[in-house]
């Protein structure tokens, strides 16, 4: 691929997407009717699985690494057992 064939690539996929960010950062682009947090709302209340779910695969995600980590560090570091007992 050569450098003109890139750029001319680049620039045609930098157009609208690329626009419509840039005028939201800077407040002048598309605005929602609904705020976003009204629709976060209703669906928790309507909808509890959407919030739950993803939470618990978060939380369990994090005790696994921590439990993990632990047991590493239990295997690894003789010294850590002479302190701990």
Partial sequence: MTAQTFQRNHR???TKPSLNAR?????LG?????PLAAVGEHLITTAPWLSI???????LTVLGLNLLG????DILD????????
């Fill in 23 to 27: 005028l939201t950062d800077a407040a």
């Fill in 12 to 14: 045609f996929c930098n």
């Fill in 53 to 59: 779910f993803p939470g618990l695969a978060i939380f």
């Fill in 70 to 73: 632990d047991g590493l560090r």
């Fill in 30 to 34: 598309a605005h929602r009717k609904i």
């Fill in 78 to 85: 003789p010294q850590s057992r002479s302190r701990r007992a």
